[in-house]
T-cell receptor, first 111, second 118 residues
Framework: DAKTTQPNSMESNEEEPVHLPCNHS???????IHWYRQLPSQGPEYVIH???SNVNNRMASLAIAEDRKSSTLILHRATLRDAAVYYC????????????FGTGTRLLVSP | DTGVSQDPRHKITKRGQNVTFRCDPI?????LYWYRQTLGQGPEFLTY????????KSRLLSDRFSAERPKGSFSTLEIQRTEQGDSAMYLC????????????????FGPGTRLTVL
């Protein structure tokens, strides 16, 4: 499984943008970049995914570097409810696919 | 859509006892996964079902662990002769059939069962 590297923790103030980086230098051409997050005392939940182009949804934006060796999850205005562990995961969507989680980035949001 | 449910939410047991956890996936999801998560770590894959067939097992799943999904709906995970190292959060997830999942192929997780082995 291709590996990802994320900072252990990041801090933000409420209503400020947050950029969560992920390095995946060994990514292959067929790997999709997925982000999940895990709120306290809950199971992980899907946030966003992409292949080459930047992506937006109601939760976040995903910016993918041109060489695809890194990506950034962008929360445009952090809220206290965004405090969670964010996981960057590479997936090849053929056949059986487990999710391979790293240790993720713990996002702390201050009022 | 009531989401993935797991029961019980918490289980405290003594070393050597057997425990069984239940997972009810989202109704139209034919794929079901079990993961284990220890403190400070991300979830680790344990096993995968497509309908009633168990198609993948991690080497983390020792002989003391067994999982079933007898009718392709709910699943159970049993741990026999529990050890203190089994203390963890056990997470269940489900997803749509591949032909419907698209590139998003989201796995929907339940709230987990927290196991404490004394």
């Amino acid at each position: 499984d291709a590996k990802t590297t994320q900072p252990n923790s990041m801090e933000s103030n409420e209503e400020e943008p947050v950029h969560l980086p992920c390095n995946h230098s060994t990514i292959s051409g067929t790997d999709y970049i997925h982000w999940y997050r895990q709120l306290p005392s809950q199971g992980p939940e899907y946030v966003i995914h992409g292949l080459t182009s930047n992506v937006n949804n109601r939760m976040a934006s995903l910016a993918i570097a041109e060489d695809r060796k890194s990506s950034t999850l962008i929360l445009h205005r952090a809220t206290l409810r965004d405090a969670a562990v964010y996981y960057c995961i590479l997936r090849v969507l053929t056949g059986f696919q487990k999710l391979v989680f790293g240790t993720g980035t713990r996002l702390l949001v201050s009022p | 859509d009531t989401g993935v449910s797991q029961d019980p939410r918490h289980k405290i047991t003594k070393r050597g006892q057997n425990v069984t956890f239940r997972c009810d996936p989202i109704s139209e999801h034919n794929r079901l996964y079990w993961y284990r998560q220890t403190l400070g770590q991300g979830p680790e894959f344990l096993t995968y079902f497509q309908n009633e067939a168990q198609l993948e097992k991690s080497r983390l799943l020792s002989d003391r662990f067994s999982a079933e999904r007898p009718k392709g709906s709910f699943s159970t995970l049993e741990i026999q002769r529990t050890e203190q190292g089994d203390s963890a959060m056990y997470l269940c997830a489900s997803s749509l059939p591949p032909r419907l999942a698209g590139t998003r192929d989201t796995q929907y997780f339940g709230p987990g069962t927290r196991l404490t082995v004394l």
